[in-house]
């Protein structure tokens, strides 16, 4: 069973940035493809990042320019650099894989931005 592990999360104000760190417990370059979702309350859950074993990388429109999504194949981690954070960006954000069939979640990590 894969294990994902997301940290870094934390309040701070708008304007600042944070790094959400994944780490997982397979070798991440055997995963397809990796990404980043957030859930705010009362919304459903939303794609933030994702990126291929390939290192292409797809963004939100929402976080286009402000956020970066990356993987250390040698750390077996996936990062995801938020700056010019806004209060809309408040949300508890997950850590996916796709391993072949297989999708694999977080159990997320809180984002919360204050104005």
């Known amino acids: 069973q894969v294990q994902l592990v997301e940290s870094g999360g934390g309040l701070v104000q708008a304007g600042e940035s944070l790094r959400l760190s994944c780490t997982a417990s397979?070798?991440?370059?055997?995963?397809?493809?990796m990404g980043w979702y957030r859930q705010a309350p009362g919304k459903q859950r939303e794609l933030v990042a994702s990126?291929?074993?390939?290192?292409?990388?797809n963004y939100a429109d929402s976080v286009k320019g402000r956020f970066t999504i990356s993987r250390d194949t040698a750390k077996n981690a996936m990062y995801l650099q938020m700056s010019s954070l806004t209060p809309g960006d408040t949300a508890v954000y997950y850590c996916?894989?796709?391993?072949?069939?297989?999708?694999?979640w977080g159990q997320g990590t809180q984002v919360t931005v204050s104005s």
């Open positions: 996916n894989a796709r391993l072949g069939v297989r999708i694999y």
């Open positions: 397979e070798r991440i370059f055997r995963f397809n493809a």
């Open positions: 990126i291929t074993s390939g290192d292409s990388t």
